[in-house]
């Protein structure tokens, strides 16, 4: 009897793993999953262009942020634009209450959480470019209020995560633009 137990054990144990191997065979050639007719896609590349003009004061558009912020923003119109890679590229001026302003010419990609970059700083009319700028999440917290903002009520279509158009931009950044609209509800 004990000999016997033994054998069968072995015996269990082949057959089963007998049958786990032509199993496995079945498993690990799955039929594809994915059509024929679906290409891989193209990864997404950047487009760099030429530094803006130094903003003038007629072309710049203040905006109003939901929360309390020490400066005031400015948006240069005149140079706002959405290039072939889909950035919204544009010159923001942050003025303190004393008048001295910083001034930077930025990127954001209207991704789901967003994306954005800074090309350059501004300094004694000329933009000096950052040489190892790289793209950062908007963060959804008050310490980014202004890149939030900006991907989420003025330069990006709300659940569309596509650039919005720049007449559009422009009238956001205005606040002509209702708060419903804002919402990615359709109006009624």
């Known amino acids: 009897m004990r000999i016997l137990f033994?054998?069968?054990?072995?015996?269990?144990?082949?057959?089963?793993?007998?049958?786990?191997?032509?199993?496995?065979?079945?498993?690990?050639t799955p039929e594809s999953v994915v059509?024929?007719?679906?290409?891989?896609?193209?990864?997404?590349?950047?487009?760099?262009?030429?530094?803006?003009?130094?903003?003038?004061?007629?072309d710049l558009i203040e905006f109003e942020l939901d929360s309390p912020s020490p400066f005031r923003y400015f948006i240069d119109s005149r140079h706002l634009s959405v290039?072939?890679?889909?950035?919204?590229?544009?010159?923001?001026?942050?003025?303190?209450?004393?008048?001295?302003?910083?001034?930077?010419?930025?990127?954001?990609?209207?991704?789901a959480r967003g994306l954005y970059q800074i090309y350059a700083y501004g300094s004694r009319g000329a933009f000096q470019p950052l040489p190892e700028s790289e793209w950062t999440l908007v963060r959804n917290d008050s310490s980014d209020a202004l890149h939030r903002e900006l991907h989420g009520h003025f330069f990006c279509g709300p659940r569309t995560f596509a650039p919005r158009p720049k007449k559009d931009m422009i009238r956001a950044l205005r606040?002509?633009?209702?708060?419903?609209?804002?919402?990615?509800?359709?109006?009624?």
């Not at 419903?180 to 509800?185: I, M, V």
């Open 35 to 58: 059509p024929s007719s679906v290409r891989e896609g193209k990864p997404w590349e950047e487009i760099r262009g030429a530094l803006p003009p130094w903003p003038k004061d007629a």
């Open 83 to 111: 290039g072939k890679d889909e950035v919204v590229r544009y010159t923001l001026v942050a003025e303190s209450s004393g008048g001295a302003r910083n001034v930077s010419f930025e990127g954001i990609r209207c991704k």
């Open 6 to 28: 033994p054998v069968v054990l072995l015996t269990l144990v082949s057959a089963t793993s007998t049958l786990a191997d032509e199993e496995r065979a079945f498993i690990d």
């Open 175 to 188: 606040g002509h633009i209702a708060e419903r609209e804002n919402s990615g509800f359709q109006a009624d």
